[in-house]
C-alpha cells in the first residue's frame, strides 16, 4: 500500500478497542506499513485519554504525521486527541468521510470503535487514511482557522 509518510503510522487503543488494534496490527503489516504501538498491551481496563496522549505527543515531537485511535466507539479518543495542540482528530465509521477527512481538513489522526465498526470495514478506513492525500487550496484556510481557535486558547 502506498501511504502518503515516509515516517511510521502511530497506533494505540483502550481496552474496548484493543482486539481490534491487533487486527489492524496484522492488517498493516500485509500491507508492508510500518507502525509504532504505543499500547495498551490487553483487554485489561484503562483509560483512553492516556494512550491519546501518548500517541498525540509522538505526532507533536515529529517522530510520525499519522496515527489511529481505537476505543468502544471512537469517540472519547477523538475527543481526547483534539485537546492536544496540533492535532486533527476524525472519528470516522464511513470511507467517504475518511478520505474527505484527509482531503479537506488535512486530519492526522483517526478514530474508529470497536464497538462500531467491523474489521474489514476498520481496515477499509485505515487503507483509505493512510492513502489519501491532503488537498490544500481552499482548504488551507479553513484548517488555519482550527490552528487560530487553539491559538486563541489559554
Ligand atoms: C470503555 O468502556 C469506553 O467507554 C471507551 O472505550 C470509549 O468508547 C469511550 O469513548
Redesign the pocket.
Known amino acids: 500500500m502506498e501511504i502518503i509518510t515516509e515516517k511510521p503510522v502511530a497506533i494505540a487503543s ?4 484493543y482486539a481490534l488494534k491487533e487486527a489492524v496490527k496484522k492488517h498493516l503489516e500485509e500491507a508492508g506499513v510500518a507502525y509504532a504501538d504505543l499500547g495498551t498491551n490487553s483487554t485489561e ?1 484503562v483509560d ?1 485519554p492516556v494512550f491519546a496522549a501518548a500517541l498525540c505527543k509522538t505526532i507533536q515531537s515529529d517522530n510520525v504525521d499519522l496515527g489511529i485511535l481505537i ?7 477523538s ?1 481526547a486527541a483534539n485537546k492536544h495542540k496540533g492535532i486533527r482528530a476524525a472519528c470516522v465509521s464511513d470511507t467517504f468521510s475518511a478520505k474527505a477527512t484527509r482531503m479537506h481538513n488535512n486530519a492526522n489522526v483517526i478514530c474508529f ?1 470497536e ?1 462500531v465498526v467491523g474489521q474489514g470495514l476498520a481496515f477499509e478506513l485505515v487503507d483509505a487514511f493512510l492513502t489519501t492525500p491532503y488537498e490544500g487550496g481552499r482548504h488551507e484556510r479553513r484548517v488555519k482557522l482550527l490552528e487560530d481557535i487553539e491559538n486563541s486558547q489559554k
Open positions: 483502550d481496552h474496548a478497542g481496563s483512553y476505543c468502544g466507539t471512537g469517540v472519547g479518543m475527543m470503535g464497538r
